[in-house]
């Protein structure tokens, strides 16, 4: 029989994402992090909330395509909002320029979010605001992350946003198969993003 307990799994396949993302935007927002109101994109089951209000935030929404996760990120309880939203296809459902931060961790991958949401972060933030997103860097993701990559410097070269830091973490998360481990390491990489908004925009696009 199979005896792997649930638990040590999470620990070990989500846990690192939520933790280290939570860290790098903390790093760069050092002060008012309890006022600031943080908007969790593809919130699951609420982890990266709880890893930033360890770290000292206290405000949250949540977005998530899930009906499920939805419902374990409610009983954790650190959420003011939490709305359904298929992240796919629909608009974020919050007014632009509305949130100090705004978070993906762990959905901007193949098969998940597609990178067409970006323009969505951007606006939902407000200027001057944080956005932090992470994707893995394994085999299978290539191509999203260099689209990705693609989108993030088109709109760095357009000014929307600034770059604070991109951090790239050898070992993010376990790899879930043989074939996605490398270089002899059962973890997988991934990348953290923190972009910041810029304070003026040429168009009101509200």
Request: glycine share 6%; hydrophobic share 35%; charged share 25%.
């Amino acid at each position: 029989g199979c005896s792997w307990t649930p638990v040590k799994d999470v620990m070990f396949l989500d846990y690192r994402a939520p933790l280290l993302a939570a860290e790098s935007l903390a790093a760069v927002m050092r002060e008012n992090r309890d006022h600031a109101l943080v908007l969790d994109v593809a919130c699951g089951t609420g982890l990266v909330a709880l890893q930033l209000q360890r770290l000292g935030f206290r405000n949250f929404h949540g977005v998530d395509g899930s009906a499920g996760m939805l419902e374990l990120a409610r009983s954790k309880t650190v959420y003011q909002t939490l709305q359904k939203s298929m992240l796919d296809t629909d608009s974020l459902p919050a007014h632009s320029d509305s949130y100090d931060v705004v978070v993906i961790v762990g959905a901007l991958s193949e098969g998940q979010v597609p990178h067409s949401i970006l323009p969505e972060l951007l606006r939902v933030t407000k200027p001057g605001g944080f956005i932090c997103m992470t994707t893995r860097s394994n085999t299978s993701n290539q191509l999203y992350k260099e689209q990705l990559q693609t989108v993030i410097e088109e709109m760095e070269q357009k000014t929307l946003w600034e770059r604070v830091r991109v951090q790239e973490i050898e070992h993010w998360e376990k790899a879930t198969s043989v074939h996605e481990a490398e270089k002899n390491t059962e973890y997988i990489s991934g990348i953290i993003y923190v972009y910041r908004k810029s304070k003026s925009q040429d168009k009101n696009d509200n």
